[in-house]
Structure formats: C-alpha cells, structure tokens
C-alpha cells in the first residue's frame, strides 16, 4: 500500500450527495479481486453515454460531457471533493479500488458511510471529513478558480487553501500512523513476522502430531 504524507493537488468537484458504491463502481465490474483495473470504469454510468460491461473498450466508447470528471479542467485530479453520505450502499471494496485506480488519493466530504471509510484507510485512500459548511465554501472556490489545488498534510492534519485558509481534521493515531508508513492488515501483521515463525516453530516442536 502507498504511504500518504502530503499531497498539493487539482480538486475535483462531485456535486451530489449520498453517493453509494454501486455508482462509484458498478457491480457488473466486480468479478476481479485484483485491486487494479477499475480506474476507468469508476463512475462508469455518470461518465459513458453507453452502457458499460467488462472487456468493453472504455477509449472507444461516448464519453458523458457534462459530468464533471470529463471536463477538461478537472483531468489529472487526486482530491475528490463530494458531498454528505459518501459511499452508502453496500460494503464493495472495488469502490475504493476504482477511485485509488482512477487517480485520487483523498476524498473530502461532510460525511462518509462507515464501511467505505474504513475500507479508504486499507488501500491507502484518506478520507476526510470537514464541516459543511466549510465544504461548501470549497466547492464556491473549485468552481470559481480554474486548476484549484489544496494541500492536505497528514503529519499536522490539515487542508490548506491557495488562499492561506487551514482547516484542522482528525484521525485515529493508528490509522494515521497505517497511512504515513504504507501499511494495510497485511503489512502490520507482516512486522511481527519474526514472533510469528518463531511460535510455527514452538508450536511444530511441542504438538507435532498437528503438522
């Protein structure tokens, strides 16, 4: 998993609320497990004109002018900005898979569902949560100011504005301590990986007739 430390980047804005994982990635593209791939069919039914389905290709099919992530002066952006509820729906961790995918690396919202927040900390996406109102007035700004970037910093916890406006969010020390080092289950687990051959061995030597 990628670390996250700091990040100063183009802002996206996804204008709607209560977003659920079926829109973020649809379910005829979950039949792979693999993390990868699923960046260009992230909003498949807001972004193509058509009808999407696995195996198609996506640079041949008619792209949907008028959602945002298709205008021009969006491409190339890694902070999603939405609204309340994010990621509702059902539990699918393709969501963010797709948009890790795509190219976004935070996400900024009133409000997440809790399973997709959880899920953004395993694969290295930060989720985070702002006031509303504060929300708002960043969406004022994108749509004002082309090529609109903000600063996150994860050490100091903060979103930086071009216009010298900080805006303090929180985080677990565990997960931010995940996210500064790259770590999913997987890698936490993998630092004790010593202890843990060493109780196989124990463990082998004092009831063998498991093994």
């Known amino acids: ?36 791939g699923f960046g260009p069919n992230a909003f ?71 399973i997709f927040f959880n899920n ?14 504060v929300v708002e007035q960043l969406f004022q700004e994108v749509v004002a100011q082309e090529n609109y970037q903000l600063s996150i910093s994860l050490p100091e916890q903060t979103v930086s504005t071009p216009n010298g406006k900080h805006f303090h969010f929180e985080i677990t020390e565990h997960r931010k301590h995940c996210l500064l080092n790259g770590l999913d289950e997987i890698g936490l687990t993998l630092q004790h990986a010593d202890a843990i051959k060493a109780f196989e061995i124990r463990h082998q030597q004092q009831q063998p007739w498991l093994y």
């Open 1 to 36: 998993m990628r670390s996250f430390t700091t990040l100063t980047a183009l802002v996206a804005p996804l204008d709607r609320a209560n977003v659920d994982t079926d829109a973020i990635i649809p379910k005829q593209f979950l039949k792979s497990i693999k993390r990868s």
């Open 44 to 114: 498949d039914e807001w972004r193509y004109r058509d009808h999407g389905e696995p195996g198609m290709d996506n640079n041949k099919r008619p792209l949907n002018p008028d959602f945002v992530l298709n205008q021009p002066r969006y491409q190339g952006a890694h902070i999603l900005l939405t609204r309340k509820n994010f990621g509702c729906g059902s539990s699918r961790e393709h969501a963010p898979w797709a948009l890790e995918d795509y190219g976004f690396r935070a996400i900024i919202a009133p409000s997440f569902a809790d």
């Open 120 to 133: 953004c900390y395993k694969n290295g996406l930060l989720p985070i949560i702002l006031p509303e109102e």
